[in-house]
């Protein structure tokens, strides 16, 4: 699907999209191929009454809203194929079923050659599709980034606090131990304070390290990584953009298995360049690709 330039998704009218096979497909295997996504609900001609389609067609309606996030859903071509009714009708002769509603319903023909168009145009769009495949992985890597970036800010800052903790305890056994040899202390106070100086900070890093883990699960954890999906893409949030949810709910359980397999400390880190560059890539360079591509579209000669 990633490699085609039109992708046709058949719905027939006895199972408008209700099983779970198909639902899945769309959820997973054509996510975010809204481009060059056509939904076709074929064979409408085989209906016998109105509400039988109506019926059919809200129940395809319905379960598309539950894979495709958004506010409107795409259009769902309506169409049927020519069926004769006697195929030894003579020219100028009634060839179509009138059986059903789709004598009553004559666009569903001028539909299917909609459909047929689209997929003639296919190869002119190769090059849309290149540039928006680009312009979704582009969104994809930067969400993956920022997300992945407040997490591990968080992690690191956990690092840090433990170390100034540990340093502190180190620093404070051995100027206690310094301070027992210059004051001519018994020995055994000094040898003492230096043992419970290599001790306790042995026991804190342990439990440190302890704490820290248990730290780390919870931050790769699904609802640590959507706080930190709503810390990030706050403005968007609040605006309902249902194209950043839908980019979430993609790359949600990839960027959890990446955090854990690599882990939050050796994960690589993302610098602010290279986050601006991402920026720079969506704002200017798509938007130049996509007037080089159709420069008729923008007055060009």
Not at 140 to 161: E, S
Not at 164 to 179: K, M, R
């Amino acid at each position: 699907a990633e490699r085609a330039d039109v992708v046709l998704l058949f719905f027939d009218p006895d199972k408008p999209g209700t099983t779970g096979e198909t639902l899945n497909i769309l959820l997973h295997s054509l996510g975010g191929m809204d481009h060059k996504l056509l939904i076709v609900l074929n064979k409408a001609d085989q209906f016998k009454k109105i509400h039988d389609f109506a019926r059919a067609y809200g129940s395809l309606c319905w379960n598309l809203s539950k894979v495709i996030p958004r506010k409107d859903l795409p259009r769902i071509f309506t169409m049927c194929l020519p069926i004769k009714k006697n195929p030894d009708a003579e020219e100028g002769e009634d060839t179509y079923d009138t059986s059903s509603i789709a004598s009553g319903l004559s666009d569903l023909h001028q539909t299917r050659d909609d459909v047929v168009t689209e997929v003639m145009k296919a190869p002119k769009r190769r090059v849309d599709n290149v540039v928006t495949h680009l312009n979704d992985s582009i969104h994809l890597l930067l969400m993956h980034a920022q997300i992945a970036q407040d997490v591990q800010k968080k992690y690191n800052k956990l690092v840090w606090d433990n170390r100034v903790q540990e340093l502190g305890s180190l620093t404070a056994g051995v100027g206690l131990s310094i301070l027992g040899v210059y004051a001519q202390l018994p020995m055994e106070f000094t040898g003492a304070a230096a043992a419970v100086t290599v001790f306790g900070v042995g026991g804190l890093k342990m439990f440190n390290n302890s704490k820290l883990n248990d730290a780390e699960e919870n931050l790769v954890s699904m609802e640590e990584l959507s706080a930190a999906f709503q810390r990030t893409h706050a403005r968007q949030i609040s605006e309902a953009d249902e194209f950043t949810a839908s980019v979430w709910q993609r790359i949600r359980e990839n960027l959890q298995l990446a955090l854990k397999a690599e882990g939050l400390g050796d994960y690589p880190a993302v610098s602010n360049r290279e986050m601006a560059d991402l920026r720079r890539i969506l704002e200017e360079e798509i938007p130049k690709l996509r007037r080089l591509a159709s420069p008729t579209h923008f007055g060009s000669k």
